[in-house]
């Protein structure tokens, strides 16, 4: 019967382990959407109708029952937090401030694993309703690097002949001859760069790529790499077709974020100061 078939439809997204279910209502409290209906101390969750369209899989209903009692259907419940393990102020501020845009990079190509394992851990960062849309691109060929710069290159020789008032903004006479006697001001000479991408149209790619390559570049940091934002090389792609053609990310994909990566060359020693925060309190 079609009604029973609509209310099994809704049911199958969530399991309830009854055996289990305490009946307190958590995994209703957390669900962003309000998809399951609880009567604290008398009812098992229930999903509301059309709740398994609704659901954007963000596995909070799973994650904040301490009962094991609740399963998203096709989700791993994931392994159990461990605040204890959670790094203190003091190892917090000495990666979030220690961590530098770095410009001198040792030849030392990174080993893939470990710009994987880096992927793989800043893959968990939030994305806009959960969608999870961004793909990374990782170039870490010598030739291939040399190439894309020389076109990020040419859209700067391109804006220099065209009188665009962005050259002279961004510096780019100086640059061009900098890269003429063999110095990059773009990549920085660094041995690898990372490439978000998001399919065309999506409309938060940047915001959930920035957020994703801002959680990179601590993961790396931590691992003893080096990174920096490769905003010269987002501004050329954004606007240079050939640089866009030689990237050749996937179908229907679009570039969202760079970023270099590779071993640092030098050591810092100071955390260095920054303009105190402007926060305006309000109560
Ligand atoms: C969006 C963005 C784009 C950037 N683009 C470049 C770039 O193209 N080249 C570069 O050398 N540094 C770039 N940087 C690095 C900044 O210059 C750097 O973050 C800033 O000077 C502060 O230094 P720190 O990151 O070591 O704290 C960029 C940073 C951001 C946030």
Known sequence: MPCDLREEEEMSFI????????????????????????????????????AGQRCIRCGHCQAVCPHGALTLVGQEAGPVFRPEKLPDVEQLTQLVRGRRSIRVYRKKPVERRL???????????????????????????????HRLT?????????????DDPRAEHYGVAGLIRGWE?????????APGLVVTF???????GTMDSTIHLTTFELIA???GLGTCWAGFFQLAAADW????????????????????VGYPRLRYQRLPERRAARVVWRG
């Open 150 to 162: 020389n076109h990020a290159f040419d859209w700067m020789r391109h804006l220099l002949a065209t």
């Open 198 to 204: 998001a399919p065309a149209g999506y409309g938060l």
């Open 221 to 223: 940091f931590s691992q």
């Open 115 to 145: 710009v994987q394992r880096c992927i793989d851990l800043a893959h968990y960062a939030p994305t806009a309703r959960n969608s999870q849309q961004i793909g990374w691109l990782v170039i870490d060929d010598k030739e291939e690097l």
């Open 241 to 260: 077709s050939p640089l866009r053609q030689a990237l050749a990310l996937p179908d229907g994909q679009e570039l969202t974020a760079a970023m270099m």
């Open 15 to 50: 399991e309830i382990d009854e055996s289990r279910c305490q009946k307190d209502g958590l995994c209703a409290q957390v669900c962003p959407f309000r998809l399951l209906a609880v009567e604290v101390g008398r009812s098992f969750p229930q999903a509301v109708p059309g």
């Open 181 to 189: 006697k063999g110095r990059d001001g773009i990549l920085r000479q």
